[in-house]
């Protein structure tokens, strides 16, 4: 029988979010749940295990909304504000089951995490839990495989305007969030994905995110069938560009939930 992972979208929103702080675009105004997007972040569930890619400003909602319960383990892309800075909303899980959250992330994220969060990495006091408990678990290279909470992840790693960004891969599917630039070698390794989740800010050009045409163009490069877009900015409306998608590509949103081949 073939294992399959479930995903489950707790965000799907570009930095600032859907609505927007201030703003009052039509995407911004409009009540179609669609058009209301968290900072974009997944939950998977992969043989028993829960893990989380990414705690950005949201977490906390987005804890509450999915009923989070436990969790296994983090992954991090990259260290953009719209990604770690929930990291402290981990500490409720410490609190609650007293154990320490394995956390994987590349030797470029943990350098920018001891510098930003320096109370995170500071030695536990006795009986004190006053931070979020975290073991940071590194990637030995830019792209290979590792064990991660007894599950094989693949993992590639690219630049986001000079920021560098892991994707991961589990079965059939990749996550790759925060995407600009991408090497032959990051495209090779992810022959064979069927399900792909990309970013794709919106339709004009942007210096730090892919448009969908040619976040488009990549997926085809890497052979997807299907390709879910993310990160997803408030110049989009969910409708106007989802119905205009081709075939095998569609605008996620918060709560979607897909499952992959194992
Ligand atoms: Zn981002
Ligand atoms: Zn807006």
């Not at 968290?38 to 990414?54: N, Q, Y």
């Not at 804890?63 to 500490?91: C, M, N, P, Q, W």
């Not at 090497?183 to 004009?204: F, P, Q, T, Y």
Request: with cysteine; net charge neutral; proline share 3%.
């Amino acid at each position: 029988m073939t294992q399959t992972g479930k995903l489950v979208f707790l965000g799907t929103g570009g930095s600032a979010g859907v609505p927007m702080i201030a703003c009052s675009c039509a995407t911004c105004l409009s009540q179609d749940i669609k058009n209301k997007r968290l900072r974009s972040s997944v939950l998977l569930e992969i043989k028993g295990k829960t893990l989380l890619i990414d705690a950005g400003p949201d977490f906390r909602a987005q804890a509450l909304a999915y009923h989070l319960k436990k969790l296994d383990g983090i992954l991090l892309t990259h260290t953009h504000f719209d990604h770690v800075s929930g990291l402290d909303e981990l500490r409720a899980f410490y609190v609650l089951h007293g154990h320490v959250l394995p956390v994987l992330v590349s030797k470029q994220t943990l350098h920018t995490l001891k510098k930003r969060y320096d109370y995170l990495f500071e030695e536990r006091q006795d009986g004190a839990n006053l931070t979020a408990q975290l073991e940071f678990h590194l990637l030995k290279s830019e792209w290979g495989c590792t064990q991660f909470c007894g599950l094989p992840v693949h993992y590639v790693s690219y630049q986001q305007a000079g920021v560098p960004v892991n994707g991961f891969r589990f079965g059939s599917l990749a996550y790759l969030t925060d995407i600009k630039e991408i090497s032959h070698e990051v495209i090779d390794a992810l022959a064979g994905v069927e399900v792909l989740v990309m970013s794709a800010l919106r339709e004009k050009p942007s210096k730090m995110h892919l448009t969908f045409q040619e976040a488009m163009t990549l997926a085809q490069k890497i052979g997807a069938q299907q390709t879910y877009f993310t990160h997803i900015g408030h110049e989009t409306e969910h409708h106007a560009i989802n119905d205009r998608l081709p075939k095998g590509y569609a605008l996620a949103y918060d709560g979607l939930q897909i499952s992959f081949k194992l």
